[in-house]
């Protein structure tokens, strides 16, 4: 079963902040954040593994909380590049081989 | 180089047709992936090889017939398309297919089936 995402998409202006969130059913083992933007191919962002940790790139930056299964994607101060889709991708722990994409969030920054 | 390639972007062929989807990467990466995306929908895993061994087939019909005929190239074969089989179909790759490798992704063959 595929992670859920929310919300499922978000309008912002530039130089305003977001949060994606992606929960999961299963325990995890780690969690990916890619971007694809139309027409293009997914983008890897970062990975967090278990032990909560909290990762950054840029303005954006990801925490996970293996406890309740879930991880959130912080985006600050946005600019026009960061419109796409975003999907958290989930190895859990007893299928650490397979990385399933969530639902998807797509962002669109406007001047 | 850190390209993913995938050959055609585009395809177009009818349901009694056999074609082939072709991904190339020279990254060194020995884990190579086959997911299909639905318009406005998350990627969805196909298959997996690791060191040029199928280790997952997540219960594709047997019209897809994956190969890989060395480290750096897999290739998707099709026979007998139904049109909801129309979709994206993205390779990746990664180093080893270990937990927590970042995938590398080509740009797509957009597939439609008449």
């Known amino acids: 079963q595929q992670p859920v995402q929310s919300p499922q998409a978000v309008i912002l202006r530039e130089g305003e902040d977001a949060v994606i969130n992606c929960s999961s059913s299963?325990?995890?083992?780690?969690v990916h954040w890619y971007r694809q933007k139309h027409g293009e191919a997914p983008v890897f962002l970062m990975i967090?593994?278990?032990?909560?940790e909290q990762k950054g790139h840029e303005k954006i930056s990801a925490s996970f909380n293996e406890k309740k299964q879930q991880s959130s994607l912080y985006l600050t101060a946005s600019q026009l590049s960061y419109s796409g889709t975003y999907f958290c991708?989930?190895?859990?722990?007893?299928?650490?081989?397979?990385?399933?994409f969530g639902t998807g969030t797509r962002l669109q920054v406007f001047p | 180089d850190t390209e993913v390639t995938q050959t055609p972007k585009h395809l177009v062929m009818g349901m009694t047709n056999k074609k082939s989807l072709k991904c190339e990467q020279h990254?060194?990466?020995?884990?190579m992936y086959w997911y299909k995306q639905k318009a406005k929908k998350p990627p969805e895993l196909m298959f997996v090889?690791?060191?040029?061994?199928?280790?997952i087939n997540e219960s594709v019909p047997s019209r897809f017939s994956p190969e890989c005929p060395n480290s750096s190239l897999l290739n998707l074969h099709l026979h007998a398309l139904q049109p909801e089989d129309s979709a994206l179909y993205l390779c990746?790759?990664?180093?080893?297919?270990?937990?927590?490798?970042?995938?590398?992704f080509g740009s797509g063959t957009q597939l439609s089936v008449l």
């Open positions: 967090l593994l278990k032990g909560g």
């Open positions: 990746a790759s990664s180093g080893t297919g270990t937990p927590n490798e970042k995938l590398f």
């Open positions: 990254m060194g990466h020995r884990a």
């Open positions: 090889y690791s060191y040029e061994k199928l280790s």
């Open positions: 299963k325990a995890l083992y780690s």
């Open positions: 991708g989930t190895e859990d722990l007893y299928n650490t081989d397979k990385l399933i």
